[in-house]
């Protein structure tokens, strides 16, 4: 009997034009260069994508200036009341788009049959390619977001039930869209991360109040400048860097000991990749 094809992973991509620091051609302002050459009208095209007019008028004044080339001609007032146009620059960008994000669709479907694999190669690769200054970077998924009078307290869980609780304020919440069983990353400076003698279980998680307090075994340690760094392995793929507590008896921190990392909610920080 034929086994069943396993089904086909669908993965979905938008595609932007760089020119160098500044990301101008999103897919957004792409389907509005394609409106305004439908319609006429920077108005109706606005509608056409889901713009607000204000946020239309910005965004073909911006393209304009970015590109070299004057893109959208605006007429004002004549029997139609006005309207707008696109010049042959245009046509030709939104062409070339359009072929692009064609090829684009086509690379996205073909990674898609590697199955679940490749939509994990695609994170992975996107992850490596984040650079930060914080030594310590974790990726998990969104637990609970409890909301205190000032600020959010936001748990993230990690590999091996791991948990990582972070401190936001309200309005960070909101601007991440931060919510349960959402993937995002957390980011602490080893200098955040004290480390100190422990003869608790490898592993363990003790929730404190603003505090979060992990315990592991040294898995490296450094020494240089009168400090000591150590990073532990407190779960499976999860190692945290930060410094001997100077209050610690440093000769007991040695390779492959018991030790304790404790660093603060309000040193953590969240980010998300879209």
Do not use: C
């Not at 089904?7 to 101008?24: A, D, H, K, Y």
Request: proline share 3%.
């Amino acid at each position: 009997m034929q086994k069943d094809a396993p089904p086909i992973l669908e993965l979905s991509t938008t595609l932007s034009v760089r020119r160098g620091e500044q990301t101008w051609g999103t897919e957004r302002r792409m389907a509005l260069l394609a409106a305004i050459g439908s319609e006429g009208s920077i108005s109706a095209a606005a509608r056409k994508v889901g713009l607000s007019y204000k946020a239309a008028w910005d965004a073909v004044d911006m393209m304009n200036n970015l590109s070299g080339d004057l893109l959208v001609e605006r007429s004002t007032g004549g029997r139609h009341g006005g309207g707008a146009k696109l010049t042959d620059r245009a046509r030709e960008l939104v062409a070339w788009y359009q072929a692009v994000q064609a090829q684009h669709q086509r690379f996205m479907d073909l990674l898609a049959r590697f199955g679940p694999r490749g939509s994990q190669h695609l994170d992975l690769l996107r992850n490596m390619a984040l650079q930060t200054s914080a030594r310590n970077r974790f990726e998990g998924i969104i637990g609970a977001i409890e909301s205190q009078r000032i600020n959010d307290r936001v748990s993230l869980r990690l590999s091996g039930d791991l948990t990582l609780f972070a401190t936001l304020t309200h309005a960070s919440t909101e601007r991440l869209a931060l919510a349960p069983d959402r993937r995002a990353l957390a980011f602490v400076k080893a200098q955040s991360v004290l480390v100190r003698t422990s003869s608790e279980g490898s592993g363990s998680v003790k929730e404190e109040p603003g505090t979060n307090v992990w315990t592991g075994r040294i898995g490296h340690r450094e020494e240089g400048g009168g400090l000591v760094e150590l990073s532990l392995d407190v779960a499976p793929n999860v190692r945290v860097t930060g410094f001997a507590d100077p209050h610690s008896d440093g000769t007991v921190l040695k390779m492959g000991a018991l030790a304790q990392a404790r660093f603060r909610a309000a040193d953590v920080l969240i980010g998300t990749m879209d």
